[in-house]
């Protein structure tokens, strides 16, 4: 998301964005006067706080986690998959921050922190097409394909950045609007694929196929270039 964006999600919890960096840090006054740095690195992801009144002296450290642990497929990500996943994890943890109004109160929140993948999703906008506005009465005739790209290209962000249990459900909210849309079914048959659950993916992809053919070769294609990534991972 934009700085603006950044500062106004932060301004809805009574919180102030002080620094912003996309995909690299950020720093939100929260109610309690106290100062959180969200900082995102190239394998893990922490959070200090300070009260502003003393400077950098002593920052306490509210948690850290490694990317890896809420993005499983991380270390196999290209150079720009992992940028963009670094920024969704960014910008999934200020609004979880944001909504703090204490440091203690983020600290009991860390051990049980949503994966800030599914908050960037979505709450912070993300995802290869962004949500529009609801449409008025003149555009509903139109929003219907807008929703299903909406839901589909999630659900992929998501099984590119190692979620597949996660991308499930929005294929599912496409299939719910048109239970027809081969590429749904593909998606969905994809995901339960990855997570391991052969004979649900069976039927997904037989639905895609009977619905449209060329899903077919399109499921070769991504076997064929799946078992060269793996051969090439071995070799290297």
């Keep these: ?36 740095t969200v900082s995102v690195g190239t394998a893990t992801a922490k959070i200090f706080c300070k009260r502003a009144l003393f400077g950098w002296l002593l920052p306490k450290r509210i948690g850290d986690k490694n990317l890896a642990d809420w993005i499983p497929e991380y270390s196999r990500l290209s150079r720009l998959q992992m940028s963009v996943a670094r920024a969704m994890v960014l910008d999934g943890l200020i609004n979880l921050a944001a909504q703090a109004r204490c440091a203690g109160e983020l600290s009991f929140a860390w051990t049980v922190l949503r994966n800030p993948i599914e908050v960037a999703v979505e709450d912070c906008g993300w995802g290869l097409m962004q949500e529009q506005a609801r449409p008025t009465a003149e555009e509903r005739s139109q929003s219907k394909a807008q929703e299903l790209a909406t839901w589909f290209n999630k659900g992929k962000a998501l099984i590119e950045l190692g979620g597949s249990e996660q991308a499930i459900p929005w294929f599912d909210k496409a299939l719910a609007i048109d239970p027809r849309l081969a590429n749904a079914w593909f998606g969905k048959g994809e995901a339960l694929f990855r997570l391991g659950r052969l004979d649900d993916a069976k039927t997904c992809l037989g639905k895609a196929i009977e619905i449209d053919p060329q899903c077919a070769a399109d499921w070769a294609s991504d076997v064929i270039n799946e078992a060269q990534k793996k051969r090439t991972d071995i070799e290297g």
């Excluded at 998301?1 to 939100?28: F, N, Q, W």
């Design 1 to 36: 998301m934009t700085p603006h964006d950044a500062r106004d999600l932060c301004a809805k919890h009574g919180s102030v964005l002080r620094h912003y960096e996309p995909g690299r840090v950020a720093s939100i006054i929260i109610p309690s006067g106290e100062v959180l």
